[in-house]
Structures are given as C-alpha cells and as structure tokens.
C-alpha cells in the first residue's frame, strides 16, 4: 500500500528518500535562513494523519512543533514538497505551533521561525510521510446480533505486534442487500476503540448491515481493513415463564412475533407474546407428560416446526449463531435446561427463524430466553 501525492512520484523515489533519512525525523534544513536573524529554528517538529477510510489517502496532515520563546517572534512558515527531487516550496504561515494542511499530504515538511521584521531562521528537521510505519490490519472480525444493536469483535494482532505505535481502531458500516449477498458501497464511520471489540447501538431489527475495522497508528496511519462482515440484529428477551397447558391453559402458548399490522418490523406488543394454548398463530405450547413429569415443547402452528441447535448445551442465547436451513420437524421437544431450539415458521411462502433457550424448569412451567429474526429468509440468529 502506498500513499498517494499532490504530484506524481515513483516507488523508486520514495524509497530513495527513505533510505536517505533513515526513517527519523531530524534533519535540518539550513535554508532559507535570513543573514542576521536571531531567531532559533523550531524545534521537535512531528505530525499525525487524519484517516479518511481510504488507506492511501488521508484527508490531511496536522504538523506540531515546540514554541520558540521570543519576543520578536512574529510567525512560523511551513515548507513542503511532494517528492524527493522537487525544492521545497512555501505551503503556509501561521502564528500558532500547529499547521493543519488538507487533503493527502506531500512528502516532507519543515517549519521556520519568522521574526517581526520578515527575517527567517533555518529550518526545523524535517518529518517525512513513511508508509512503512502503517499498522497490521486485523485479520479477523465476526458478531454477535443483540436487539437493536450488534457487538463486533476483531482479531487485536495490530497493537499485539506494534503496542507503542498503536492508537485505536476505527469501525466502519454500510447497508447490505441479502438477496444478492453484497455490502453497499457507500461507508460511513460508526466510531473508534482502543479495545478490539466495539457495540452498534441503536439500530433497527431486521436491516442487515456490513461492518469493518481499520488499525490507526500514532502517526494517523490507517491500515487496510479487516474482511468485510455482516450482521442482523434481532429482538430477544431473558427469562420468559410458559406454563404447562395441563397447569395454567392461559399462559402456556407461545408466539415469537405476531405482525398484527403487517408491516415487516417487529412493533411493541407484538413481540414475544405469552398466550393461551388455543390462541390461533402461537408458535408453540408447553404440555407436561402425566407419565414422568417431563416438559415438552409442543409446536402449534402448522407452518411451525423445530429442531435441537445442537446435541449438547449451549453456554447463551447468543451463542446460538446461525439458524439452519433444513433438518426442521413438526415434532414435541422435550424441554432441557441448558438447550436451544431453533424453530422454523413458514407461513404465506415466507420463512422467518427463531431460537429458544431454556434457562430454567420444573414439573410445571418452562423459563426461557428468546430471540426472533424478523427479516424474511435471513438466518442471522445470533452472529453469521
């Protein structure tokens, strides 16, 4: 990855003026030092770039440097030149010890001190644009979905391999379009973390979006971004009672989500509705075996059906990642502490999932968490 000029310059060039400054930052320019100034040149001159998401291009550069204490100190010109046979040419003055200079940044700068009479010092060491100090991207990112928000998490390999030089991450999202499974192309910066994980707040159910994340050094330098991910959040719920249908009929069925008002988007009262085991469209009910007290998750709806996530327990809600796509059946399952389901509705050809894990029974209720995807088709449950 290179950075790109105001001016054409080739990798031969740039390399040779790495090699000639070594990669510091403290040669001095002897011009144009005006005869008879006694203003000293301007000392620990350093800068940062502004990332713009576009790795080879920063939208600028913010040049700082030490005050020179004077009381003839009138201002501070700053010198630049896009490569490294071009002269330096003047790119700006200013009073104050910081110069801000937009859009990408030229190859090398310096600054002079100017007295009140128009004399000039000699220049300060000059800083050069050193692509080679760009950090590691991350290599990995992946999700989990919550209700109306996502939380990402990406591999921390930048500042695990550059600690000193690392300043935080930038997190990155556009829309997405699950019907043909690509990200938007227009990007917009959701924020930025010291810490390798980062919380999208505040979103609506059911839109899928893609997410990256790009490692920021000290400097500015933005690295390349980390693969591109995609995530839908959906509603959920904690600890939610089912009675047994043979206990308390009124509150022993079950409906994820009821669009009562055909909308697409999951609306308060629609969500999670406890009902009773002859309410038309619940999902399921509970029924309690007269033969050995055991609890079963009974599907109801005829476009309803289930199946185990996985054989074993599973630690959360969230770790129930992706629904599957087939495997499902109109069949009771009996209800374990620890265990998710995973349901299947299909109703007017379109199929929405939902998972279930039970957190807690007894001979006659089931407590559960929840969550539904309101997108049609998408199998986002948790993270994809």
Not at 35 to 54: F, I, N, R, W
Request: hydrophobic fraction near 35%; glycine fraction near 8%; aromatic fraction near 10%.
């Amino acid at each position: 990855m290179r950075f790109a000029s105001r001016s054409a310059v080739s990798a031969a060039l740039v390399s040779a003026v790495l090699l000639a400054v070594g990669c510091q930052t403290t040669n001095t320019i002897t011009s144009p030092g005006s005869p008879g100034t006694t203003l000293s040149p301007p000392a620990s001159l350093s800068y940062e770039l502004d990332p713009s998401g576009t790795p080879a291009s920063p939208q600028g550069i913010l040049l700082s440097w030490s005050d020179v204490v004077s009381t003839s100190l009138g201002s501070y010109r700053v010198y630049s030149r896009a490569n490294a046979t071009s002269a330096f040419g003047l790119r700006g003055e200013t009073t104050s010890n910081t110069f801000h200079d937009n859009g990408v940044p030229d190859l090398q700068y310096y600054v002079t001190s100017r007295d009140v009479n128009g004399a000039e010092s000699n220049g300060s060491n000059t800083v050069t644009v050193d692509e080679r100090l760009v950090l590691q991207a991350p290599t990995t990112i992946s999700s989990i979905a919550l209700d109306s928000a996502i939380h990402l998490d990406w591999s921390d390999n930048a500042f695990l391999t550059a600690p000193t030089r690392f300043k935080w991450y930038r997190v990155y999202s556009t829309g997405y379009t699950f019907a043909t499974n690509t990200c938007d192309t227009t990007w917009s910066l959701e924020g930025t973390t010291v810490a390798h994980e980062f919380l999208v707040a505040q979103i609506p159910n059911g839109v899928a979006r893609c997410y990256a994340s790009s490692a920021i050094s000290v400097e500015g330098y933005e690295s390349m971004w980390s693969p591109l991910w995609q995530d839908t959040p959906r509603p959920d719920a904690r600890n939610v009672l089912v009675w047994a249908a043979q206990v308390t009929p009124a509150s022993s069925g079950f409906r994820f989500w009821n669009d009562a008002n055909a909308n697409g988007y999951p609306d308060a009262g629609e969500l999670g509705l406890v009902q009773a085991n002859t309410t038309a469209g619940i999902d399921f009910r509970v029924d309690v075996r007269a033969s050995d007290s055991t609890l079963w998750i009974v599907p109801v709806f005829a476009g309803d059906s289930l199946q185990l996530y996985q054989n074993t327990p599973v630690a959360d809600l969230t770790s129930m990642h992706t629904a599957p796509t087939s495997g499902y059946l109109p069949d009771s399952l009996q209800a374990q502490v620890g265990f998710g389901y995973v349901f299947s509705r299909r109703q007017g050809g379109v199929v929405t999932y939902s998972a279930l894990r039970v957190t807690a029974l007894s001979h006659q209720y089931v407590i559960f968490d929840w969550s539904v995807q309101s997108a049609p088709g998408n199998t986002d449950l948790s993270a994809p």
